[in-house]
């Protein structure tokens, strides 16, 4: 399994890659799984998201 590093500066960043790469997969990118999940993990981590709000967020962005 690949890990995926995340740098940022606060959450606001993170959530921005989020919605950069939620474009993309829109748009036919079907490589960027693995970045969205890890993404979403941190927030989790962090608790800039819900339990609630992360099952949400992955149901609506990967099974899109």
Known sequence: QNSVIILYKNTE????KL????AAKQAGNICLDNNIISIL???LRVR????N????????ILHT
Not at 19 to 22: A, P
Not at 48 to 51: L, T
């Open 53 to 60: 709000e992360f099952d949400e967020l992955y149901k609506n």
């Open 19 to 22: 919605e950069q790469l939620n």
């Open 48 to 51: 800039a998201i819900s339990k």
């Open 13 to 16: 960043d993170v959530c921005s």
């Open 41 to 43: 993990d941190e927030l």
